[in-house]
Nanobody, 126 residues
Framework: QVQLEESGGGSVQVGGSLRLSCVVS????????VGWFRQAPGKEREGVAT???????RYADSVKGRSIISKDNAEMTLYLQMNSLKPEDTAMYYC????????????????????WGKGTLVTISS
């Protein structure tokens, strides 16, 4: 069973930076997809960024150029570095994963994820 635990959220001023972490355990498949998704109050969940076992990354347009997703395979930790933060980045951030080789991997593929963390809250203040 895959388990994910996020950390690193907090309150940051506009224009600041934040790095989120997600410890991933139980993901033993050689082919996998992990990513970050977020949900702002009163809004639907949206994808932020994903990375697969081949190292291919994909980003939502809303964060492209401002965020970097990476994964430390030795430490089994997923990261999301976010820069130039905006008020609209305020949300609960979740990491998620799947290991189904036949499913696609991308920020708009949250329905393919079958394991989710509990989230970490990011608040951007002006």
């Amino acid at each position: 069973q895959v388990q994910l635990e996020e950390s690193g959220g907090g309150s940051v001023q506009v224009g600041g930076s934040l790095r989120l972490s997600c410890v991933v355990s139980g993901l033993y498949s050689s082919r996998w997809c992990v990513g970050w998704f977020r949900q702002a109050p009163g809004k639907e969940r949206e994808g932020v960024a994903t990375i697969n076992s081949a190292g291919k990354t994909r980003y939502a347009d809303s964060v492209k150029g401002r965020s970097i997703i990476s994964k430390d395979n030795a430490e089994m930790t997923l990261y999301l570095q976010m820069n130039s933060l905006k008020p609209e980045d305020t949300a609960m951030y979740y990491c998620a994963a799947h290991s189904s080789w036949y499913l696609s991997c991308g920020p708009d593929e949250s329905h393919n994820m079958d394991s989710w963390g509990k989230g970490t809250l990011v608040t951007i203040s002006s």
